[in-house]
């Protein structure tokens, strides 16, 4: 069974782009491996915002 993992969109983007690596939270895992994102409804336009220029910055590099 593979594990997931709920994050908002556009974070979601984000990881699994490539252009975000590191994701924190308030418990401890010993899990190392493959997950499953799964893309929370909620979304807010500063999610998009920070997204698209995060996108930018990996087209231009």
Do not use: D, F, P
Not at 5 to 14: P, V
Not at 27 to 52: E, L, Q
Request: include cysteine.
């Amino acid at each position: 069974m593979m594990k997931a993992i709920t994050i908002l969109q556009s974070w979601a983007s984000l990881i699994a782009c490539g252009a975000k690596l590191i994701e924190t939270r308030s418990w401890a895992t010993k899990y190392r491996g493959k997950i499953a994102i799964n893309v929370a409804k909620s979304c807010k336009k500063w999610h998009i915002r920070i997204s698209n220029i995060c996108a930018l910055r990996l087209r231009s590099s």
